[in-house]
C-alpha cells in the first residue's frame, strides 16, 4: 500500500501536521510571552518558533499593538471624591421595624371588627334581646339617665359592647402608626442616599 | 493622627502612615483612616469600574458601594493585597451591575469618550486627533463586547497594570485562569479591532 505514496509525500504531510499543532499550542503561549510569563525553556521554544513561522509572528506583532493600544488607555480623574461621610449610628431601622409590625397588627385588628361588623358576628349581646324600649318607658323616666343610654346604645348599633368605638379607636391608631411608619421609611432611605452621596 | 486629620491632610505626603496601620484602625471602626486609604485607592478602583461599566454614572455608583461594603466588611479582611480585595470587591459591584444592565437595558448618555493617550509629547494635527479619538471609540467598543470576565482579566493586566498573581487575587482565580483569560481577551479584542483599522500586518 504505501508504494502507492512517495516517502517524500508522507513526510511533508507529518510536518505539515506537526506544524500546525505546534502552531495551536504556540498561539495560547504569545500572551503570558509577552507579559515575561513563561519560563526560559518555553521563551527558547516560542522564540524558535516565530523564527521559522510568518504566521505566527505575525501573530505575535499584531498581539503586541493590541497590547500597546491598550496601554495608551488613560486613567481617568474621578469627578468626585468617595471619602464616606461620618454619621451617628442609624437607629432608626430597629423603631422602624417595630412600627411596621405594630401598624400591620392594628390593620389586622380593624380588618377583623370590620368584618365581623359586616358579618353581624357580635350581634350575639344585642341590647334589645335583654331589655326592650317599653320596658324603659314603663319603669323610668327619661331624665335618670336611661335615656342617655339609649341614645348611646342607639349609636353603638344596638351592641352590647361598643364596637363603633373599637372601630373609631383602632383606624386612629392604624393612621397613628401608619404616618409615623411612612415618614420614618422616608427619613431612613433619605439618609441612606445620602451616605451613599 | 488626630491632628493630622485636623489639619485636614488627607493625602499619604502630608500623612505618611503605613497601609497595614491605616487598615487596622479602620477595622476598629476609625472612619478618617479609612477614608485615606479611600484617597489613596478611589483613582484606581473608579477607572477599573468606569472601564468594566463604560459609563460614568454607574462607576461612580459602584465605586461609591464598593467602599462602603469594603468599610462594613474591612473586619473580614484578613490581610495580604489590599488594593487586590479592595478590587475583588469593586469587580463583585460591576458584575452585579452588568448583569442589572442586561435585565435592564438603558441607553445611557454617560459614556465617557476614550481618548487614547499620544506617543509623543508634541502637539497632534487636528488628522492624528481624529483618528486617535475614533480609535479610542474602537476600543472602547471592543472592550464592551468581551466577556465580563475576559474585559476584568484584560482591564487589570494592560489598563491598570497589575501582574498575574494580584490579578488572581483581584478574581479569586487561579494563574492558570488568569493567563488563558488575558490571552482569550486579546485575540477577540485584535479580532475585534481587525474589522475596523488596518494596525496590524
Not at chain 1, 331589655?131 to 336611661?146: C, F, I
Not at chain 1, 402608626?177 to 421609611?185: A, F, P, R
Not at chain 2, 502637539?123 to 476584568?152: C, K, V
Given at each position: 500500500?504505501?508504494?502507492f ?24 503561549m ?116 336611661e ?51 | ?32 483612616c ?56 469593586a ?5 452585579d ?31 492624528e ?16 463586547g ?15 497594570g ?40
Amino acid at each position: 500500500m504505501w508504494n502507492f505514496f512517495p516517502r517524500d509525500f508522507v513526510c511533508i504531510y507529518r510536518e505539515m501536521f506537526k506544524r500546525k499543532r505546534e502552531c495551536k499550542k504556540l498561539k495560547g503561549m504569545l500572551s503570558p510571552y509577552i507579559d515575561g510569563q513563561l519560563s526560559p525553556s518555553e521563551v527558547k521554544g516560542v522564540e524558535r518558533h516565530i523564527e521559522e513561522c510568518d504566521a505566527c509572528r505575525r501573530e505575535l506583532e499584531s498581539l503586541r499593538a493590541v497590547v500597546g493600544l491598550l496601554h495608551r488607555v488613560p486613567m481617568v480623574a474621578p469627578r468626585r471624591s468617595f471619602t464616606i461621610a461620618a454619621r451617628a449610628p442609624i437607629r432608626r431601622p430597629v423603631a422602624l421595624r417595630a412600627l411596621r409590625v405594630a401598624t400591620a397588627v392594628a390593620v389586622l385588628m380593624l380588618v377583623f371588627v370590620f368584618a365581623g361588623d359586616a358579618l353581624h358576628l357580635f350581634e350575639e349581646g344585642r341590647v334589645e334581646d335583654r331589655s326592650t324600649p317599653q320596658e324603659y318607658t314603663a319603669t323610668s323616666t327619661p331624665m335618670d339617665g336611661e335615656g342617655l343610654d339609649t341614645e348611646l346604645k342607639a349609636f353603638e348599633g344596638g351592641y352590647a359592647w361598643p364596637v363603633r368605638y373599637v372601630e373609631l379607636a383602632l383606624m386612629g391608631v392604624v393612621v397613628v402608626l401608619g404616618g409615623t411608619t411612612v415618614s420614618l421609611w422616608q427619613r431612613t432611605r433619605e439618609r441612606e442616599r445620602a451616605v451613599k452621596g | 493622627m488626630r491632628v493630622c486629620l485636623d489639619e485636614g491632610a488627607m493625602s499619604d505626603r502630608m500623612c505618611p502612615m503605613e497601609e497595614e496601620e491605616l487598615i487596622e484602625r479602620s477595622k476598629q471602626g476609625d472612619l478618617d483612616c479609612f477614608n485615606l486609604l479611600v484617597e489613596r485607592y478611589q483613582r484606581q478602583v473608579y477607572n477599573l469600574c468606569l472601564r468594566m461599566l463604560d459609563n460614568t454614572h454607574d462607576a461612580e455608583d459602584v465605586t461609591q458601594c464598593a467602599f462602603i461594603s469594603a468599610f462594613k466588611g474591612i473586619g473580614r479582611f484578613k490581610g495580604g493585597n489590599f488594593r487586590a480585595w479592595l478590587f475583588r470587591i469593586a469587580a463583585n459591584g460591576c458584575r452585579d451591575q452588568l448583569r442589572l444592565l442586561r435585565r435592564r437595558p438603558t441607553s445611557s448618555l454617560d459614556a465617557l469618550p476614550l481618548d487614547l493617550e499620544l506617543e509623543d509629547r508634541r502637539a497632534p494635527s487636528p488628522e492624528e486627533y481624529a483618528i486617535n479619538q475614533e480609535l479610542g471609540e474602537h476600543i472602547r467598543h471592543a472592550l464592551a463586547g468581551l466577556p465580563a470576565d475576559q474585559r476584568l482579566a484584560v482591564i487589570l493586566r494592560d489598563i491598570m497594570g497589575l501582574d498575574y498573581e494580584e490579578i488572581a487575587q483581584s478574581t479569586a482565580s487561579s494563574l492558570g485562569t488568569v493567563k488563558s483569560r488575558i490571552s482569550r481577551g486579546r485575540a477577540r479584542l485584535r479580532e475585534h479591532l481587525r474589522q475596523y483599522v488596518e494596525l496590524f500586518p
